[in-house]
């Protein structure tokens, strides 16, 4: 029996949206198969988050199609589907051809969610780390614009941003007339967030926690989460393990997840976190572990000064 995974409603998006509260990430190398998003479906995963940066578009589309095929879900509007539009992307004119390539590459008429992948424009020829006349700061205003008439059109029920502070959220806000819905951020008990968190609930803004899991194995991670000595004691107590006590941790906040299991146990155990809850002396151990950003802007995109600033303002 397929998991029943909670929703929630999100605001200023098409047709009363709601978005599982556990999604499945798919950034990998090398990138997922259909097969096991096809498992993932199996087990109850219905929140499918891509990007056009991780060449997973592809196999999720054709997952989609098989699922459908094989009766898992009886029709597409089950399924919550994410994807971002990526920096060299990231210019008004860019924005429409790019969510229709993302279309055609997940073979689906409409994207749950369209997100702003970072608040950062990248010329085409950028390399990783970017040279300083390669990358610069976003037109948010004419790149929301394009973002808006996407959700116009009908090929998104929902625009959002992603990698996005206070201050990004702000200007965004002055001049949004559709505000964002969701903004994407790395979340989770070693990396709280506390004052964006506090702001987007303010506004409306609904907050989902990447790399959840301390992004164990990729190019950035580190197993400080899985490993934990605090998680690992209160799992214990409780027979859960520590990945649980993190997910759980992140719902109590009331914030949605995408966590990244290939494996078919623990996909189903990254599920398996609404019906025990926390204690408040559990909670309150967590919210008092040492912090440390895992994904730094200015060490994925290039040392620069104002990207050092943005590392600066969360
Ligand atoms: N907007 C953005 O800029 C970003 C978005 N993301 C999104 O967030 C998703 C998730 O984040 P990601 O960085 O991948 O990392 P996660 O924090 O989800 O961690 C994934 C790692 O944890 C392992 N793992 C998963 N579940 C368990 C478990 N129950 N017990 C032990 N180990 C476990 C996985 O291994 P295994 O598969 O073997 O189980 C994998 O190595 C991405 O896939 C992507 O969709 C990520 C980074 C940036
Ligand atoms: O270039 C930087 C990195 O690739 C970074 O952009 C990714 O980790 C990305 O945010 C993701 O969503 O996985």
């Known amino acids: 029996m397929a998991i029943v995974v909670p929703k929630v409603t999100l605001n200023n998006c098409d047709d009363d949206l709601s978005i599982p509260i556990v999604g499945m990430g798919t950034s990998s190398s090398p990138p997922v198969d ?18 056009s940066l991780y060449m997973t578009e592809q196999p999720l589309g054709e997952a989609i199609a098989e699922a459908l095929r094989l009766g898992l879900i009886k029709s597409r509007d089950e399924l919550y589907i994410t994807s971002k539009l990526w920096c060299t992307s990231a210019d008004k004119d860019l924005v429409m051809p790019a969510i229709k390539k993302s279309l055609r590459n997940l073979q ?22 970017a040279q300083k006349e390669h990358i610069f700061p976003l037109d948010i205003k004419s790149v929301w614009e394009a ?42 008990p070693l990396w709280r967030q506390k004052k964006l968190r506090e702001f ?45 006590i993190s997910l759980r941790w992140l719902y109590e906040q009331g914030v949605s997840m995408v966590a990244k299991s290939f494996n078919k146990e623990r996909m189903k155990q990254n599920l398996e976190i609404f019906d025990w809850s926390l204690t408040q002396e559990e909670s309150n151990k967590i919210s008092q572990l040492p912090q440390r950003k895992g994904l730094k802007v200015a060490s994925a995109f290039g040392p620069h000064d104002w990207l050092l600033d943005l590392d600066a303002e969360n």
């Open 200 to 244: 987007c609930k303010e506004k409306g803004i609904h907050v989902t926690a990447y790399s959840p899991l301390g992004s164990f194995k990729t190019s950035w991670g580190d197993n400080r989460i899985l490993e934990c000595d605090v998680l690992q004691e209160i799992a214990k107590a409780k027979g859960k393990t520590a990945a649980q």
């Open 34 to 51: 259909p097969e096991t998003i096809i498992e993932a479906i199996k087990v109850g995963y219905r929140h499918f988050d891509t990007a």
């Open 147 to 188: 973002m808006e008439e996407c959700k116009n059109l009908g090929l998104t029920k929902g625009i959002g941003v992603s990698n996005f502070t206070c201050k990004n959220l702000e200007e965004l806000l002055s001049i949004a007339r559709i505000p964002p819905a969701v903004n994407q951020v790395e979340l989770n």
């Open 108 to 129: 689906l008429e409409y994207l749950d969610m369209y997100l702003i992948h970072w608040p950062i424009k990248l010329s085409e020829e950028a390399q990783f780390p």
